[in-house]
């Protein structure tokens, strides 16, 4: 074979770099991906094959054959170029890398039950209640049992040394935040909360707390000697029965001693008479509940309690699927490898449990009972064995993969013999939803009469971008699981279990309890969460859960970082920043959409998640500077100039023009723009 070969041809050339939709922003572009290139290659070769072929006419039906081919060729030349983009995901799927599932809000339910007896009313665990979202019906589903009382809060009250301060009651509770102890909690202070109705709670009462919550202090992990978490005040629950005061079991309290939202549930006596406390408090006789400061003080600020019901149960947005068989899929590429799929999606990761019934092997005529055995989620097959039973699950699709019987054991050959015990679908931002919007009862439940959500629906997420993935997955391959660079920490903390975690920054010698000099053998990781509601324009920065910066430090410390380097979490710190800009605008077009999606563009450019230059979130310590943010006002459709653009951060304004130095680690978290149409001259 003679002369100049394809592959060798283009080898010479230089390769261009042109804009894409992937994670970089760029792709290399391999061929010309334009119809009018495709139009031209085609035109080129008119001398050669039909020479004869001379009318360039527009109406003539060659033309039009030819103009529709290039229209038809565009889209397929596009995917060529995205080709590389395309083994770089396969690639990172190989090695086990997929992006991040999406997860569910949480939300606080508060039930209303009118038995006729006056008894509680057991709501088990699963029940539904539903609100109305963009895209149809949410399903939340109750965590727990409740055990709801037609009892109604009829009294709170604050003691501190021999006197009781009543608390302002309103149609929803506490009419205004309160301490529940005083502003300077002593043993023996105490929390009173006096219950009116017909018949006790029992066997248990739930109650929900909203708790305006102090940034949490940092967490801190690993090292040779990490030193002891401050002790924290004994709190002691009680119902006051007559005269005499009986203990109170605490079954369960999420709010770790009202250091955070949450239900605390009690396991109270069978029968306690309504009295009066033993201190001042004029009114009825009342069933009484006291929670005293029974031993220590508060090393941090007191709580300070903004909201406060009967009859409370956390509950998720998503639905439960129990007892469904797989269905077989059938691919000739992967024969090796059983595939199946399970009918609802998206699917909550870690929520999947699967068991296959063992083969019989031998026995051909069926006298030995098969017995099931439950197999295992992970992330990846490639280092398990021919004896582990696990499998693979795509959230998004529903398909379950098994082992070979190299990497991961096979699935016994039979007929509905692999089945899903449960498992649980939802999921995404639009579950956090609005204070009253939970108010539709899907289970039928005697004496059930209402539901209702007094507080916003917290955290769920959507599926991680695949661009995200991708740009998160380089990293991941670079770090193999272990903590090596300083960003290999950052990187690493999205994976902590139990963390809800949408960026980090490891520092090295950063202890964020202790700023100055840097430390020797400590790691800071400032974490940042998913960002609630519509962002910054309308919206506070966010702040990580205490339990999200201990299961981060935790996390990293154990599986990630070197023998003795100590991992402190702390939340990210933020700067707020303001853009005044005078713009010109195009008179034809619609003055307010062009102001709107100006001031869009500028929130979203400076976002600590999706901001930066390339949608990868703002980089810690990045400068604001001028020129970036005017490119992005010219850069929207009616914005004929910028005539000035000025910076106020954190209240204090910059001079017209000028850049801005961010303090090294922190973000900057943008205000509304405030955009000011002037005439061009």
Request: proline share 12%; with cysteine.
């Amino acid at each position: 074979m003679t002369g100049d070969v394809w592959w060798a041809r283009d080898s010479e050339e230089e390769g261009r770099v042109v804009p894409g939709p992937g994670p970089s922003g760029v792709q290399p572009e391999l061929v010309d991906a334009t119809r009018e290139a495709v139009r031209a290659a085609v035109r080129d070769r008119i001398p050669g094959y039909t020479p004869d072929w001379t009318n360039p006419d527009r109406q003539d039906a060659g033309v039009a054959l030819v103009r529709l081919f290039g229209s038809q060729a565009e889209p397929v030349l596009a995917r060529v170029n995205r080709l590389p983009e395309k083994v770089l995901a396969e690639h990172l799927g190989t090695a086990g890398v997929r992006r991040r599932p999406a997860t569910a809000a949480a939300a606080l339910l508060e039930f209303t039950v009118t038995p006729p007896d006056g008894a509680s009313v057991l709501v088990p665990a699963g029940f539904q209640a539903a609100a109305a979202g963009p895209d149809g019906q949410l399903v939340y589903e109750t965590d727990r049992d409740l055990y709801a009382t037609p009892a109604t809060l009829a009294a709170i009250a604050v003691q501190r040394g021999g006197a009781l301060e009543p608390v302002p009651l309103g149609p929803n509770g506490p009419g205004r935040p309160f301490p529940p102890f005083g502003a300077d909690p002593q043993p023996g202070d105490a929390l009173w909360i006096g219950l009116a109705g017909a018949a006790n709670p029992f066997p248990s009462l739930s109650l929900g707390f909203v708790v305006a919550a102090a940034p949490p202090a940092p967490a801190e992990s690993g090292g040779l000697a990490p030193p002891p978490l401050p002790p924290q005040p004994l709190l002691r629950w009680d119902v006051l029965d007559g005269g005499r005061f009986r203990p109170a079991e605490v079954v369960r309290d999420e709010t770790g001693g009202l250091r955070a939202a949450g239900t605390v549930e009690l396991r109270l006596p069978r029968t306690w008479a309504a009295g009066s406390p033993p201190v001042a408090r004029p009114g009825p006789a009342l069933r009484w509940l006291r929670l005293q400061v029974a031993h220590g003080t508060f090393t941090v600020a007191p709580p300070l309690v903004t909201g406060l019901r009967l009859n409370m149960v956390a509950a998720t947005a998503a639905r439960t699927i129990l007892d469904e068989p797989l269905e077989p899929v059938r691919d000739p590429r992967q024969a090796a490898r059983r595939r199946m799929r399970l009918s609802q999606v998206p699917i909550l990761a870690g929520s999947v449990v699967i068991e296959v019934d063992d083969d019989p092997g031998a026995d051909l005529f069926g006298t030995t009972r098969a017995s099931a055995a439950r197999w295992r989620e992970v992330a990846s097959l490639a280092a398990y064995g021919p004896d582990d039973r696990v499998f693979v699950i795509d959230h998004a699709t529903g398909e379950v993969t098994f082992g070979d019987g190299v990497n991961g054991a096979p699935v016994p050959p039979g007929f509905r013999n692999v089945r899903a015990v449960r498992y649980r679908v939802g999921g995404g931002r639009a579950g956090a939803v609005a204070a009253g919007a939970i108010n539709g009862v899907v289970t039928a439940l005697p004496f059930v009469t209402g539901v209702n959500n007094p507080f916003p629906a917290t955290g769920g997420t959507d599926a991680e971008p695949d661009a995200e993935a991708m740009r998160r997955g380089v990293g991941e391959l670079r770090s193999r699981g272990r903590a090596v660079a300083p960003s290999d920490y950052g990187l690493l903390a999205v994976r902590a279990p139990g963390a809800s975690v949408a960026r980090a920054h490891g520092v090295p010698g950063l202890h964020p309890g202790l700023p100055g000099r840097p430390i020797p053998g400590v790691v800071g990781v400032l974490v940042v969460p998913p960002v609630e509601g519509s962002g910054g324009a309308a919206g506070e920065p966010p702040v990580p859960a205490a339990a999200t910066l201990r299961a981060v430090s935790d996390y990293l410390a154990r599986e990630a970082a070197p023998a003795g380097v100590t991992v402190v979490a702390g939340p990210a710190a933020f700067r707020r920043v303001a853009v005044e800009a005078r713009v010109v605008l195009d008179r034809d077009r619609d003055r307010a959409a062009v102001l709107a999606s100006a001031a869009d563009a500028v929130t979203a450019y400076l976002d600590p998640l999706r901001g930066g230059e390339n949608g990868g979130g703002w980089p810690f310590g990045g400068a604001v500077r001028h020129t970036p943010l005017v490119r992005r006002l010219l850069a929207v459709d009616g914005v004929l100039a910028v005539s000035g653009l000025s910076l106020t951060v954190d209240g204090v304004r910059q001079p017209p023009c000028t850049d801005h130095a961010i303090p090294p680690n922190d973000l900057v978290w943008p205000e509304r723009p405030l955009l000011i149409p002037v005439e061009e001259t």
